[in-house]
């Protein structure tokens, strides 16, 4: 297969204690990988011994500045000019590794990204609306013409003016929480990002967005954006949701007080180039 290829392709995933997921990350992917680059923000389990078992992975260390700030970092890492971006807990399905196939043999491609959609296992079944699917992002992009941005954690690729997007068949299959235990403990830390964030930004705490906000990300998940036919896992969903936007207004309302200099569950490298 590689000598019909017209081009090479760099997977590049971030790390941090990643044991449980990373090689089947890259087992999903490495059929049609050049390299994988692995950058891990120093991890204590054996994340870096499972992916340097790997004969495709290059793998490098550097402390977690944020979300936008590592896959930036990752991305300068690549060798190849077209990128392939996951997360540790994600993998590619077999349409998907079809179609990377198909496109690394194409004579011309008229993209500079593609989107594709992304399918996530939650409390026991694939949640198919809620908001969290497809929601398609672009995931596969040229080098030059592409950047991760947004409010960190929730990054996304941009492409640079003048770029074309596609979409690509098949699905990015995430397996973001292994009970609602762990969804909460995510929220927690996402929240305290995001309010992090948002105050070394200049936003301040306003009680009318505190009672607000979270009623209608209740409604948004559950009713506008289907939750409702995901069953209970749905329900969950847009409680949980709702509680996340809560809890970044409640730690913003700390920082706003100065009742403390940051939320302790951050690790101290954050927001630190």
């Known amino acids: ?12 995933i971030i790390t941090f204690n990643e044991e449980k997921n990373i090689g089947d990350c890259i087992r999903s992917i490495e059929s049609v990988a050049d390299e994988i680059i692995v950058l891990d923000s ?9 992916a340097t078992s790997f004969s495709k992975v290059k793998f490098f ?7 936008v700030e590592q896959k930036n970092k990752a991305i300068g890492f690549c060798s190849h000019d077209w990128i392939l971006s996951l997360d540790a807990d994600e993998r590619a399905d077999q349409t998907l590794v079809h179609s990377m196939e198909t496109f690394l043999e194409s ?16 409390l026991g079944r694939w949640i198919r609306h809620s908001g969290w699917y497809p929601l398609r992002r672009y995931r596969l992009f040229r080098k030059n013409a592409a950047t991760w941005v947004g409010e960190n954690p ?8 003048g770029s074309v997007g596609k979409v690509m068949k098949g699905d990015i299959l995430h397996y973001s929480f292994t009970d609602f235990s762990h969804q909460i403990t995510t929220i927690n830390q996402f929240s305290s990002i995001v309010a992090y964030t948002r105050y070394a930004k200049g936003e301040r705490f306003s009680l009318f967005k505190t009672f607000f906000k979270p009623f209608g990300k209740f409604l948004e998940i559950y009713i506008f954006k289907f939750g409702f036919l995901d069953g209970i896992p749905g329900l969950w969903i847009a409680i949980a949701s709702s509680f996340s936007t809560f809890l970044k207004y409640a730690k913003l309302y700390e ?4 009742q403390i200099d940051r939320p302790s569950n951050i690790r101290k490298e954050y927001g630190k180039n």
């Open 1 to 12: 297969m590689e000598g019909k290829r017209k081009r090479k392709l760099s997977v590049a």
């Open 107 to 122: 004579e011309n491609i008229l993209a500079d990204g593609y989107k594709i959609a992304r399918l996530t296992y939650h």
């Open 255 to 258: 920082l706003d007080r100065k």
């Open 154 to 161: 929730h990054d996304y690729i941009e492409l640079k003016s």
């Open 42 to 50: 120093l991890s204590t389990d054996r994340t870096k011994e499972i």
């Open 61 to 67: 260390e550097s402390p977690f500045p944020g979300h």
